[in-house]
């Protein structure tokens, strides 16, 4: 569903199979479309907003969602909450920012014990949560801007949260942030092992951040490693 688009139907649509659904497990694929030339009107924003409080009030039944926002997500950040994901099993998010300036979403999962596929596309601003996290199998991290590289740096402590990981996909977009990236971070990985005892397949774009993260990972069970160029 989109939710930026025709809004007033969608909303009512929303709340009508939202209500239908009761108390079973729901799967979202949900696009957040904000103009990036032309501001909302009060109202446009507000149903919006309503929209999005509807979508997020049922989110202790969420099971599959994914997620995608274009635009200036600021003006509804503060309606979206991942907390409580007792249901959540594949999560993924991505986020089309306006400019290289613009501010990151903040993604701070909360508790989700069944949790299995988490995959984190550009400019989202993920704060890995403590773990462990035994139930995840699948980690997908892509990062662009160069504060994203930031957020890269965490997401390796992450890794180790998650001893059961089988599949990892790591994807810095641009030669030009992972430059960034490994001037900034190698030092801190040098001697720093990142442990993965049961990682099966590592997928990683070619370049400065591939050769850093293999010089310390230490993955036994490894069986497929593919660079991307």
């Not at 988490?118 to 199998?137: C, E, Q, R, W």
Request: hydrophobic share 40%; glycine share 4%.
């Amino acid at each position: 569903m989109d939710i930026g688009k025709d809004v007033w139907h969608r909303v009512e649509l929303i709340n009508l199979w939202i209500t239908r659904l009761r108390t079973s497990k729901i799967s979202i694929s949900a696009q957040l479309n904000i103009d990036h030339d032309l501001p909302m009107d009060d109202i446009r924003l507000q149903r919006v907003r309503e929209g999005l409080r509807l979508v997020f009030a049922s989110k202790a039944r969420w099971s599959n969602v994914k997620f995608i926002i274009y635009g200036d997500h600021t003006v509804v950040s503060d309606v979206i909450s991942f907390a409580n994901l007792v249901s959540l099993e594949r999560f993924s998010i991505s986020v089309d920012r306006p400019s290289e300036t613009s501010t990151r979403l903040p993604l701070i999962l909360g508790h989700a014990p069944l949790l299995k596929l988490l995959k984190v596309a550009t400019h989202v601003d993920f704060t890995p949560p403590n773990g462990p996290f035994n139930s995840i199998t699948e980690f997908e991290m892509s990062f662009g801007y160069k504060e994203d590289a930031e957020t890269f740096e965490g997401c390796l402590d992450f890794l180790e949260q998650c001893p059961n990981l089988a599949h990892l996909r790591l994807n810095p977009d641009s030669l030009r942030t992972q430059t960034v990236w490994a001037t900034k971070h190698l030092f801190r990985l040098r001697g720093h092992q990142i442990e993965v005892p049961n990682l099966k397949s590592l997928y990683i774009s070619f370049g400065v951040c591939a050769f850093a993260i293999l010089r310390n990972l230490r993955a036994p069970a490894l069986k497929i490693l593919e660079f991307e160029e």
